[in-house]
């Protein structure tokens, strides 16, 4: 998964792969001209975590430490989580392919 997500009035993007509770997650600061900034990961296979956690709870859990280890200065720091809708940075299908023939 590739999908971008605000927190605490900043954009962040996430690449995760794996299964629920044992994602490989990365996640990248957003800056306002869209550059990538300062970033931050986790392997929930083999760091300490909750594994039964929502993804969205781990990448709080990372941008809490992000922010003040790289000193971001954030919009608001009370906007909650939210993931960017209609910003699909990649559509990834299922490995089948309906052909259509004529």
Not at 28 to 54: F, K, L, Q, W
Not at 73 to 102: C, M, S, T, Y
């Amino acid at each position: 998964m590739v999908r971008e997500f605000e927190y605490q009035g900043e954009t962040f993007r996430v690449t995760a792969h794996g299964v629920h509770g044992h994602e490989e997650i990365f996640i990248v600061h957003i800056e306002e001209d869209g550059v990538e900034g300062a970033e931050i990961s986790i392997d929930r296979m083999t760091e300490e975590n909750d594994t039964s956690a929502p993804i969205e709870a781990i990448l709080v859990m990372l941008c809490d430490k992000l922010i003040p280890q790289s000193e971001i200065q954030v919009q608001n720091p009370a906007a909650p989580f939210a993931w960017r809708e209609g910003n699909v940075v990649f559509q990834v299908h299922d490995g089948l392919q309906d052909i259509k023939h004529d």
